[in-house]
């Protein structure tokens, strides 16, 4: 746990030099969009890495605290700080009900995975078709620059929001390593019939599993209404968040603690890479970025940590057998 | 006559057309060791899916400690103190052995240090103390068995439904594991076990019981029911006893 939490505040000290001493616009954008992308995967990684249950639909949480975020600010008039807790508490609360509902009737593996995408469509087009969400046109916050509006002049500000929720999940994860509802969520991935008879109850702990990875996708949601003012039905509900979310911790390492910030990371630098390299020819980027992709799953199915994990113990095991 | 823990009443389930198990009554004394027996395919383990509340029986009761925890969940079960094993060992694959054991300390252990304690401690018990810090995955069938028997000690249950705890495992084995389950009898824990190993039944179990095609034909002490002419033919067929007896094999 100790050293769980030194990584944790060494990393935010880090990243607090970097965005304080760097003058480089690319480079904080980069560091913007990576802790956002490391914010979904991690999120993703609470329910789908440590407890097994693989949604494909996080985008309801996100888009949940997307939503809340402008309405609240729009319909409310409420300063974004107040709406915040709100937005997130709500997406918890809609995990919650969405787990309440698939796991009371042992939905598991792709079952799952299938009804969190149906869930997802359903507030895509609930969204499309009711009037308080602006429709397909969506959502406009109106620009008014200034920290007590959560707008901030510079990418610094948001680096610095996000930065805080990163490390929150961190600290989160970090728990779970080390806590009984973070044993308990494990056990239950692993064998769910083992972990009642000794005592598990598997409803509890995949919803306070649940309530947690929503709560920190709806964060996710909110400050990208911060940041692009401005949210519709597909960014919100579509399944590109979805996966962005999923793949970032599955290419990272599910279950791990550094995983998804580093699948995330190296993600949104190949992305950004082949954007660069190959712009001129439209679509060359996400062949290579594809390809790249299948060749992380393919020679590092338990991502690039446990990848690396396997990777030292083959050292170890050749040297031995030298010895 | 001690207290009797468990009491299981006119039990019954069916599975579509398949009577699994019919009418069972049984009472397991406090701190006794007793075992269940019988053919393969007897609904032993269903038996074991009811008492525990992996199952729901169509019919009957089961009583712990006197409380009706009929269709009871297993997990509020073993809150109360009953636990069981799986003939078919499930660990949790991706964690160490001490953190194995540590999910069942947790049922009585909030603090995650005070688990991985009591999971070294259980760990000894068991005679697993030198494998705590590996991957369970990576246990023998034998280290998998006992792996199985202390994560259900660590939550320290009054009653162990132990399922086969000694089913693949080689003679020197069993001999290691035999005196393990002795001593959680005489540690307090009470014991009632599926088992097909005869040595061991007659050298563990002071009252057996008898299962076949779903009912219980016998019971009484290992003696007892070996000598049970319904029991000789439950396991080698219709007119075996007689068969035997004929030829003077001894009984």
Not at chain 1, 267 to 277: G, Y
Not at chain 1, 281 to 300: A, E, T
Not at chain 2, 18 to 31: C, F, T, Y
Not at chain 2, 182 to 197: F, R, Y
Request: include cysteine.
């Amino acid at each position: 746990m100790k050293r769980d939490l030194c990584a944790i505040a060494l990393f935010g000290v880090v990243l607090v030099a970097v965005a304080a001493l760097s003058q480089s616009g690319v480079l904080l954008t980069f560091v913007m969009m990576s802790l956002y992308a490391a914010l979904l995967s991690q999120a993703w990684n609470i329910l789908g890495g440590y407890g097994g249950q693989l949604s494909f639909g996080h985008a309801l949480f996100f888009g949940v605290g997307a939503y809340a975020q402008a309405l609240g600010q729009l319909n409310l008039g409420l300063n974004p700080w107040l709406v915040l807790p709100g937005a997130i508490a709500l997406g918890a609360l809609v995990g919650v009900a969405v787990g309440g509902l698939t796991f009371r009737y042992g939905l598991k593996g792709s079952y799952f995975a299938l009804v969190t995408l149906a869930f997802a469509e359903v507030f895509r087009i609930l969204a499309l078709s009711a009037s308080f969400t602006g429709g397909g046109v969506g959502l406009m916050v109106p620009l008014q620059e200034g920290v007590a509006n959560m707008q901030f002049g510079s990418r610094r500000g948001y680096i610095y929001l996000l930065l805080a929720f990163v490390l929150l999940a961190l600290l989160v994860t970090a728990w779970l390593r080390h806590s009984r509802f973070g044993a308990y969520l494990q056990a239950v991935r692993d064998n769910e019939d083992a972990a009642r008879a000794i005592g598990v109850n598997p409803l509890r702990v995949k919803l306070g599993g649940i309530a947690l990875s929503a709560a920190f996708m709806s964060v996710a949601g909110a400050v990208y209404v911060q940041v692009f003012q401005y949210i519709d039905p597909g960014i919100a509900f579509g399944s590109a968040v979805s996966v962005e979310a999923l793949v970032g911790a599955i290419v990272g390492g599910m279950g791990t603690l550094w995983g998804p910030l580093l699948g995330a990371v190296t993600l949104h630098a190949l992305a950004d890479l082949t954007r660069n390299l190959f712009g001129e020819l439209p679509g060359i980027s996400m062949v290579i970025y594809g390809v790249v992709l299948i060749l992380i799953v393919m020679f590092m199915p338990r991502g690039i940590t446990g990848g690396g994990q396997s990777l030292g113990r083959l050292f170890k095991m050749k040297e031995r057998a030298r010895v | 006559m001690s207290e009797i823990l468990l009491q299981a009443r006119n039990l019954s389930i069916t599975f579509g057309g398949l009577k699994a198990v019919r009418d069972v009554s049984l009472d397991v004394p406090q701190g006794s060791l007793t075992a269940l027996v019988g053919p393969n395919g007897a609904g032993k383990t269903t038996l074991f899916g009811l008492l525990s509340g992996f199952l729901k029986p169509g019919s009957g009761s089961v009583h712990f400690a006197g409380q009706d925890i009929t269709g009871q969940a297993p997990h509020e079960s073993a809150r109360l103190g009953l636990t069981r094993t799986f003939q078919i060992v499930q660990p949790f694959g991706a964690q160490t052995v001490r953190q194995n054991i540590a999910v069942g300390a947790h049922l009585r252990l909030a603090d995650r240090d005070e688990a991985l304690a009591a999971a070294e401690a259980v760990a000894a018990r068991v005679n697993l103390q030198a494998s705590l810090d590996k991957p369970a995955a990576d246990l023998t069938v034998a280290g998998r068995k006992r792996l199985e028997l202390a994560r259900a000690l660590a939550t320290r249950p009054r009653l162990l439904l132990l399922d086969e705890v000694l089913a693949g495992l080689n003679p020197s084995e069993i001999d290691e594991m035999i005196p393990v389950v002795k001593k959680l009898v005489d540690d307090g824990v009470t014991v009632l076990m599926i088992e097909h190993v005869m040595r061991a039944v007659m050298s563990l179990a002071e009252h057996v019981w008898v299962l076949a095609q779903g009912r219980l034909i016998a019971a009484g002490t290992p003696g007892e029911v070996t000598r049970d002419p319904k029991v000789v033919e439950a396991y080698l067929g219709h007119g075996a006893a007689a068969r035997l007896a004929a030829q003077g094999a001894p009984a």
